[in-house]
């Protein structure tokens, strides 16, 4: 039964993390397939919020063609005596979660790069409109924020209109950021800790800082501090910094505590500025990936919204399976592009200095913040797609990386005897993103696969019959 008697569908946590498959999908809102949509909490007076108000500005979703995707744009203004604008963050990156809640209706990611699908069972139990999602919002966030008195809610499908609209968002969200930019982690006693998507991945933990936004890149160390001082018990609360035990990875003694008790012991400690050794867990919200690049030891970074392959063959949804679950992978680390903007960006991994592909439109959007002797330097998908053009690319770039190949050559040139180098030179190496197997009567999929092997004989199935034969 609906926790909610007149709304069509259930609604309750159990449906968080429910994922709808293209051909189950009703419509598809936003999305890969869409350039403009949003989503936008603001704090507005009192007499400028009329409570309960949900209104629909385009095509309702009986009214969407199925299968389709349609431009989205998602407005919760709200209004109480102790709202501040500095809460928007925070209660703008509530909408997935109770989005969630709604069965048969999936959310994904944050700001403009949200991706919503209705599903074909729910439509059918009768959530065909807005009005029913809108109300399902206001009842949530209304009864777990009690400080918010007054919200109406807009949901926007006409597409000039979500147009006109994602332009100011950008601006608000640009502004949000600008405001938690310059203030240092040293420079604070509290850092804090969200733990929104363990719905998701467990054992994670966001440690959001002022020099490390949180994965998502929804909420800033001032809306952390907003949130925890509303909330208190909340997923967001206050990490009390503690002694800093490395200043270059970014280790703290209240970070580690904190992300153990809350990880249930799983996660002991993390080092805030680092991809290797006890990396910031990674749930799969982040923006982007960095991702090592063992053949040149360097770091490519791919954003959710980059639709063809990475410079290693891989795109963002395998690097991303690699990367996420709440886990601590060495080389693969979640990050948001307002980390990118940090000077702890990967500080102890030689930062930008490190990064050696990245998609243009990333580039684009924190090119003010890569030290401008490195912006060239950068490879992008329009210098290279592959390993080997990396390679000559940096090389002629002159990337700091190039010197670093040439300080420590490979172990395998200085110590391994000649006749042994020879034989390693030529192991081949089978790289792949799934690489199914089958042996007694079980198929294996190895994801990510990196194979070496001395030999690699490569026979057709027919000739193999013939030869039993
Ligand atoms: S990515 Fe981090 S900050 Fe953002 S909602 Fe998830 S846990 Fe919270």
Redesign the pocket.
Known sequence: MSMFKDIPVDVGVIYEGERIRRNDMQVELGGPDVKEKFELARVKEPEEVEDGKITILGPDLKDMDIGKSYPFGILVEVAGAKLEPELEGVIE?RI?AYCNYIEGFMHLNQRYDIWLRLGKKSFQKGLNSFQYIGTVLQRLFKSELPIIEKMQVTFITDPKKVKEQYGEALQIYEARDVKARGLKDEEVDKFYG????QSFAPT?V?V?TPQRY???G??SWFDGRAAAGIDPKG??FTIERGEQLDSVKGEYSGVNEVVKKKSLGEITKVCLYTAFGSPHTS?G??EGVAFYIPEVDGFGIVHRGYKDVTVNGLPFSTLADSTAGGRQVDGFHGVSIEYMRSPKFLQADGGWNRVVWLPKEVKERVKNFIPAELVNKIATEENAKTIDELKVFLKDQDHPIVAKWKAEPEPVEETTPKEVRDEAQTIPVITASTLPMTAGGFKIILKDAKIYAKRVIIRSMKDEKTEKR
């Not at 969200?194 to 998507?197: A, G, T």
């Open positions: 990156r997935h969200c733990v929104l998507c994670h966001c959001i949180s994965n998502c929804a909420i997923p967001v749930c919200c982040f």
